[in-house]
């Protein structure tokens, strides 16, 4: 017996019924920022204004992240001066998915991070001390084994945490450091996230992933991966409101193995939005694909732009309970 395929809606070929009865089927909102709200500093036309109509139905909006290199009121700010709104309750980045779960890990010691200050303030706000912030120059000798051996020596015997995010400062002296505090039995190893790259056309810089591996590979161990698409964000949006059901929760992304996946690993249902790092076409041919982990990416509903469902919310206003 064959298993059903998943497929996707196109938003604009709905009904103005089938348009409401989308729009009634959830109560909570987990939307990506990057490439669905905004791009840069200038917002998606229309978003702001979709967002807050959400708020008006009485939809609670959650904004998740996998961004580490800020702190939660940085985003907040952001969210606010591009006419979003929003409390910091309600924003969710992978800095501070970091503190939250070393938090409930009832964490002991210092954590050694690569990352950027928005993380290690995070971290400090639940009473955690990070080392490593900022730049690690090299030696002023060329490199030798004598040279490795005296950054080895400069370790904390404190660090019981090992936390990968982007950082900006990456050098082969913290590689040296992440991989050696690996070596000491139960150290804990996190990363932010593992996307490939920044949207940012034309283009291509390379993403967190790129950071991981260089730690990854040589410490032959995989870390707790924080970010999209595993369920971190969820539970965490669970803990703050128990209450939240995960069958009328809304995840909107643009991106399907972070976003769309996130919305499927926790049973969300799932809207992409065009214009990212995946188009309309990428989801028809995962819908055609006969590998289960493709079809996995094909988001339930799908729209050029989430700026888009702006007349149709309000042209349909009666139908919206």
Same mark, same amino acid.
């Given at each position: ?18 348009? @409401? ?26 978003? *702001? ?34 006419? /979003?709104? @929003? ?17 409930? !890990?009832?964490? +002991? ?5 690569? @990352? ?6 995070e971290l400090s706000d ?21 040279? %490795?051996? #005296? ?15 982007? #950082? ?15 070596? +000491?039995?139960?150290?804990? /190893? ?7 790259? /920044? *949207?940012?056309? *034309?283009? %291509?810089?390379?993403?967190? %992933?790129?950071?991981? %591996? ?17 369920? /971190?964000?969820? #539970? ?8 939240? !059901? ?61 700026g888009d469902l702006l ?11």
């Amino acid at each position: 017996m064959t298993s059903s395929k998943n497929t996707c809606q196109e938003i604009s070929q709905l009904s103005d019924e089938e348009v @409401g009865n989308f729009i009634n089927s959830f109560d909570t909102v987990l939307t990506d920022c990057d490439g669905v709200l905004w791009f840069g500093m200038k917002p998606v036309p229309g978003s *702001p204004e979709v967002i807050n109509l959400f708020r008006e139905l009485g939809k609670k909006v959650y904004y998740v992240t996998n961004n580490s290199t800020k702190h939660r009121r940085d985003f907040l700010k952001k969210c606010i001066d591009l006419k /979003f709104g @929003g409390t910091q309750e309600e924003v969710l980045g992978t800095a501070y998915l970091a503190a939250w779960y070393l938090k409930n !890990q009832n964490f +002991k010691g210092k954590v050694y991070m690569l @990352g950027e200050a928005g993380l290690a303030q995070e971290l400090s706000d639940v009473g955690i001390e990070c080392i490593g912030l900022g730049p690690d120059l090299p030696p002023k000798d060329p490199f030798s084994a004598h040279v %490795a051996v #005296d950054i080895v020596k400069e370790l904390d015997p404190d660090v019981n945490c090992v936390l990968v995010a982007f #950082d900006f400062n990456i050098s082969y002296p913290k590689i040296i450091k992440a991989l050696n505090y690996l070596e +000491k039995p139960g150290v804990i /190893f996190l990363a932010s996230n593992t996307d490939e790259r /920044f *949207p940012m056309d *034309p283009y %291509a810089l390379p993403g967190t %992933a790129a950071i991981v %591996a260089s730690v990854t590979v040589p410490a032959e161990r995989d870390p707790v991966i924080l970010g999209k698409p595993n369920t /971190f964000f969820f #539970d965490a949006v669970r803990q703050r409101s128990p209450t939240v !059901q995960p069958e009328r929760t809304l995840m909107i992304g643009d991106r399907a193995n972070t976003d769309i996946l996130l919305g499927k690993n926790c049973n969300l249902k799932t809207l992409q939005v065009g214009g990212g790092v995946h188009k309309l076409s990428d989801i028809r041919r995962w819908e055609k694909s006969s590998c289960p982990k493709e079809n996995k990416l094909v988001a339930d509903y799908y729209i050029d732009s989430l700026g888009d469902l702006l007349p149709l919310m309000q042209r349909i206003k009666h139908l919206i309970k």
